[in-house]
């Protein structure tokens, strides 16, 4: 490993902090621009438009952290917890937020770009492994970093997903390079800092597992094991992707080399028992805590059509497989690139396993199609070279068409992701913008000492208040609540119905709820709950109030 990365020159790093520090100002320039872009009464949350509400239940893990708390608790769900969660991501952003002073927002965005050098030197130094020569190393990291698929075009073809008759989303229909924030390590560290520590451990595990095999060193083994002991602690949906490709590729390489390795397959073992530890800790949890096996069976992230992937993957996929074929029919199918494919494989068929979590299964795809698309473009190359008429046509040589065939080809979606995100901070939309009466709720809110009492407000609200507060509340995300629909359903009689005063009260009683968080967007000159002798305003401004409810 230390000649590995002695074997990098100097030249070879700049090109790494060059394009980090790119990668860097662009996934963070729109967020920039929308805290600039604040004013007295629209003041910019710190959301972009990946995943939104996700964001938000991220702040709420920082925010726990940075009030002192060790482990986290899910924040969007009225239900009574006994167990909270150690993850070891959420963890230390928080506690760096709390060492610093920060909000959970800044807090948040600032990991990302701390982090995000640490996964462009991993995959700079994994494709110095793969490939000796320096123009592939190079083209390929740059490939790597700004590389997407065909959503940019395709979007106007798809929809944004169907919805059941009480307006809850059933089915996402979109280009997963406009949606899957893990399938592309632009999108990656655009998005959020667990994704980008889940890319850094996934690449470090499967090297040193190359080493190992490469080796025959059960020391690489066991550091690839306790990589994963890591790596399972905040995401386990991974274990069957780590042990799927590093178990087939190991019985392909014992049948490849007509032997079995013991101290090598022990060295294998012991890792996968220490990877272990983290996986009995997430059965325990799910085992002993209602709210947690509860909502990990929400948890349902399936991929119910394989066009918006393949969209998502764009010209990296057809170019894998053509450097595939490649280097099959000229026999340089070596061991590593073996192990790619088998990555692919198990991945792919992951993404349409029977299990709750296939679209997470685009993560690390990336990798091993930009590594045989690599191996296309370098045969094409030498191709276009060594063919005599071809060789005398100028143009296809010339830099600047290929930065431009680059760009258009495989950028465009990144591209359309920054500026949305733009577009939406330029025009302060509602999504992305709380008014300031809003947040001094939120503040007072805030500030009430018992962290256990419940408030209940609008769905997009209702993200706002854990994330802000610290506070708990009744119902808020479609996966961090519990019995999300009845509780969606219970939430807008609430608000959007008068009478009833008698059942209202009983519901809030029954549900100890302390607070109601009022938003005034439903365009009433005065909140419905105004002369309800059941509450008591606590809190009063024109875009926003607190009622407090009276359990005399």
Same mark, same amino acid.
């Not at 600032?110 to 494709?127: D, E, G, K, M, T």
């Not at 590593?336 to 494989?345: N, P």
């Not at 999300?484 to 959007?496: A, P, R, S, W």
């Given at each position: 490993?230390?000649?590995?990365?002695?074997?990098?020159?100097?030249?070879?790093?700049?090109?790494?902090?060059?394009?980090?520090?790119?990668?860097?100002?662009?996934?963070?320039?729109?967020?920039?621009?929308?805290?600039?872009?604040?004013?007295?009464?629209?003041?910019?949350?710190?959301?972009?438009?990946?995943?939104?509400?996700?964001?938000?239940?991220?702040?709420?893990?920082?925010?726990?952290?940075?009030?002192?708390?060790?482990?986290?608790?899910?924040?969007?769900?009225?239900?009574?917890?006994?167990?909270?969660?150690?993850?070891?991501?959420?963890?230390?952003?928080?506690?760096?937020?709390?060492?610093?002073?920060?909000?959970?927002?800044?807090?948040?965005?600032?990991?990302?770009?701390?982090?995000?050098?640490?996964?462009?030197?991993?995959?700079?130094?994994?494709?110095?492994?793969?490939?000796?020569?320096?123009?592939?190393?190079?083209?390929?990291?740059?490939?790597?970093?700004?590389?997407?698929?065909?959503?940019?075009?395709?979007?106007?073809?798809?929809?944004?997903?169907?919805?059941?008759?009480?307006?809850?989303?059933?089915?996402?229909?979109?280009?997963?390079?406009?949606?899957?924030?893990?399938?592309?390590?632009?999108?990656?560290?655009?998005?959020?800092?667990?994704?980008?520590?889940?890319?850094?451990?996934?690449?470090?595990?499967?090297?040193?597992?190359?080493?190992?095999?490469? #080796?025959?060193?059960?020391?690489?083994?066991?550091?690839?094991?306790?990589?994963?002991?890591?790596?399972?602690?905040?995401?386990?949906?991974?274990?069957?992707?780590?042990?799927?490709?590093?178990?087939?590729?190991?019985?392909?390489?014992?049948?490849?080399?007509?032997?079995?390795?013991?101290?090598?397959?022990?060295?294998?073992?012991?890792?996968?028992?220490?990877?272990?530890?983290?996986?009995?800790?997430?059965?325990?949890?799910?085992?002993?805590?209602?709210?947690?096996?509860?909502?990990?069976?929400?948890?349902?992230?399936?991929?119910?059509?394989?066009?918006?992937?393949?969209?998502?993957?764009?010209?990296?996929?057809?170019?894998?497989?053509?450097?595939?074929?490649?280097?099959?029919?000229?026999?340089?199918?070596?061991?590593?690139?073996?192990?790619?494919?088998?990555?692919?494989?198990?991945?792919?068929?992951?993404?349409?396993?029977?299990?709750?979590?296939?679209?997470?299964?685009?993560?690390?795809?990336?990798?091993?199609?930009?590594?045989?698309?690599?191996?296309?473009?370098?045969?094409?190359?030498?191709?276009?070279?060594?063919?005599?008429?071809?060789?005398?046509? #100028?143009?296809?040589?010339?830099?600047?068409?290929?930065?431009?065939?680059?760009?258009?080809?495989?950028?465009?979606?990144?591209?359309?992701?920054?500026?949305?995100?733009?577009?939406?901070?330029?025009?302060?939309?509602?999504?992305?913008?709380?008014?300031?009466?809003?947040?001094?709720?939120?503040?007072?809110?805030?500030?009430?000492?018992?962290?256990?009492?419940?408030?209940?407000?609008?769905?997009?609200?209702?993200h706002l208040i854990p994330s802000f507060t610290g506070k708990k509340i009744y119902f808020a995300h479609g996966h961090e609540t519990l019995f999300?629909?009845?509780?969606?359903?219970?939430?807008?009689?609430?608000?959007?119905s008068a009478g009833n005063l008698e059942k209202k009260y009983s519901w809030l009683l029954n549900?100890?709820?302390?607070?109601?968080?009022?938003?005034?967007?439903?365009?009433?000159?005065?909140?419905?709950?105004?002369?309800?002798?059941?509450?008591? #305003?606590?809190?009063?401004?024109?875009?926003?109030?607190?009622?407090?409810?009276?359990?005399?």
């Open positions: 490993m230390i000649n590995l990365i002695k074997s990098i020159t100097r030249s070879e790093w700049k090109l790494v902090c060059l394009v980090t520090i790119v990668v860097i100002i662009l996934t963070q320039l729109p967020i920039i621009f929308g805290y600039l872009n604040s004013t007295a009464d629209q003041v910019y949350i710190g959301i972009h438009s990946q995943n939104t509400v996700d964001i938000l239940v991220y702040f709420s893990y920082i925010k726990q952290i940075i009030d002192g708390h060790v482990l986290l608790y899910d924040n969007f769900t009225s239900e009574a917890q006994n167990f909270g969660t150690f993850n070891i991501v959420w963890f230390l952003v928080g506690l760096m937020g709390r060492l610093l002073g920060l909000t959970p927002g800044i807090t948040f965005h600032l990991a990302r770009a701390a982090l995000a050098p640490f996964l462009l030197v991993s995959i700079y130094i994994f494709l110095s492994y793969i490939f000796k020569d320096q123009f592939r190393r190079r083209f390929g990291f740059i490939f790597i970093s700004f590389a997407s698929g065909f959503g940019a075009y395709s979007s106007p073809f798809f929809i944004t997903g169907f919805y059941d008759l009480n307006n809850i989303l059933r089915q996402a229909w979109w280009p997963d390079d406009l949606a899957r924030t893990e399938i592309s390590i632009f999108n990656t560290i655009y998005q959020s800092p667990h994704f980008i520590l889940s890319w850094i451990c996934m690449l470090w595990i499967f090297l040193l597992a190359l080493f190992a095999f490469e #080796k025959r060193s059960p020391i690489y083994a066991v550091l690839s094991g306790l990589i994963a002991l890591i790596f399972f602690n905040f995401h386990p949906y991974f274990v069957p992707v780590i042990f799927g490709v590093v178990g087939l590729y190991g019985i392909y390489y014992f049948l490849r080399h007509q032997l079995i390795d013991w101290k090598l397959l022990g060295g294998f073992v012991f890792g996968a028992m220490i990877a272990s530890i983290s996986i009995g800790y997430h059965f325990f949890l799910l085992k002993n805590s209602y709210v947690i096996s509860t909502r990990a069976s929400q948890n349902v992230t399936l991929v119910f059509y394989l066009w918006p992937t393949i969209v998502g993957f764009g010209a990296q996929l057809p170019l894998a497989l053509l450097g595939f074929f490649w280097l099959y029919t000229r026999q340089e199918l070596e061991d590593k690139f073996v192990f790619f494919a088998i990555w692919l494989l198990v991945s792919f068929m992951l993404l349409f396993a029977p299990i709750q979590f296939q679209s997470r299964y685009t993560q690390g795809m990336q990798f091993p199609l930009v590594v045989f698309s690599m191996c296309a473009l370098s045969f094409l190359w030498q191709y276009l070279k060594s063919n005599a008429y071809l060789s005398k046509v #100028k143009f296809l040589f010339n830099p600047y068409l290929v930065i431009m065939i680059f760009i258009l080809m495989f950028c465009m979606s990144n591209i359309f992701n920054i500026f949305r995100d733009f577009y939406y901070c330029a025009n302060r939309i509602s999504l992305f913008y709380a008014n300031k009466d809003v947040l001094d709720g939120l503040d007072w809110l805030q500030r009430q000492s018992s962290e256990d009492r419940l408030v209940v407000a609008r769905e997009y609200y209702g999300y629909d009845m509780k969606k359903i219970e939430v807008n009689y609430l608000f959007d549900r100890n709820i302390s607070y109601i968080f009022d938003d005034m967007e439903d365009g009433l000159a005065v909140s419905r709950f105004e002369l309800q002798p059941y509450l008591r #305003k606590v809190f009063d401004a024109p875009k926003a109030k607190i009622y407090e409810v009276i359990k005399n």
